[in-house]
T-cell receptor
Framework: DAKTTQPNSMESNEEEPVHLPCNHS???????IHWYRQLPSQGPEYVIH???SNVNNRMASLAIAEDRKSSTLILHRATLRDAAVYYC???????????????FGSGTRLLVRP | DVKVTQSSRYLVKRTGEKVFLECVQD?????MFWYRQDPGLGLRLIYF???????EKGDIPEGYSVSREKKERFSLILESASTNQTSMYLC?????????????????FGDGTRLSIL
């Protein structure tokens, strides 16, 4: 399975934008890039996903490099509630024996300062 | 919003006991999953089910079994609990409809059950 690399932790000030990077240099052409986050004492929560083009939703934006070897999750205005562990996950769009499961790495712990 | 409810947030059991962890989802999802989360090891898939009475082993099924008698309910069973099964257990569900490839359906998680085996 293609792997992702994320910084262990990042810090941000409240109400400022946050850019969370993810490297996936061995990504295949059929891999989607998914982001989940896990707030303290909660289960993981889906944030966003994309293939090649940048994506926006009510929670965040996803910027994907042209060569797809890296991506960035953008929180436009961080709030205290955004303090969480953010996971970047690759998922093969083909239906394979392993496409049903999420493979979580260690993620990035985001600290938001008031 | 999708709601995945796990029956207990905290549970303490003794070695050798048979333990049942229950999970219910309210969105008519076909797929349901059980993961465990341990520090330094991340989330690991134990079992999943893609339909009523169907089950598939995940990466670490040893010592566990599952039951899915109704679409909305997926139970994880520890046949004879051991201390190395002390962990956070997370249930998730996902749909196979909505025009997306199955592998791209988001998984919706419950808040977890922290299980301690003494």
């Amino acid at each position: 399975d293609a792997k992702t690399t994320q910084p262990n932790s990042m810090e941000s000030n409240e109400e400022e934008p946050v850019h969370l990077p993810c490297n996936h240099s061995t990504i295949s052409g059929t891999d989607y890039i998914h982001w989940y986050r896990q707030l303290p004492s909660q289960g993981p929560e889906y944030v966003i996903h994309g293939l090649t083009s940048n994506v926006n939703n009510r929670m965040a934006s996803l910027a994907i490099a042209e060569d797809r070897k890296s991506s960035t999750l953008i929180l436009h205005r961080a709030t205290l509630r955004d303090a969480a562990v953010y996971y970047c996950i690759l998922r093969d769009q083909r239906v394979t024996d392993s496409s049903y499961k999420l493979i979580f790495g260690s993620g990035t712990r985001l600290l938001v300062r008031p | 919003d999708v709601k995945v409810t796990q029956s207990s947030r905290y549970l303490v059991k003794r070695t050798g006991e048979k333990v049942f962890l229950e999970c219910v989802q309210d969105m008519d999802h076909e797929n349901m999953f059980w993961y465990r989360q341990d520090p330094g090891l991340g989330l690991r898939l134990i079992y999943f089910s893609y339909d009523v009475k169907m089950k598939e082993k995940g990466d670490i099924p040893e010592g566990y079994s599952v039951s899915r008698e109704k679409k909305e309910r997926f139970s994880l069973i520890l046949e004879s609990a051991s201390t190395n099964q002390t962990s956070m257990y997370l249930c998730a569900s996902s749909s196979t409809t909505g025009g997306w490839e199955q592998s791209n359906q988001p998984q919706h998680f419950g808040d977890g059950t922290r299980l301690s085996i003494l």
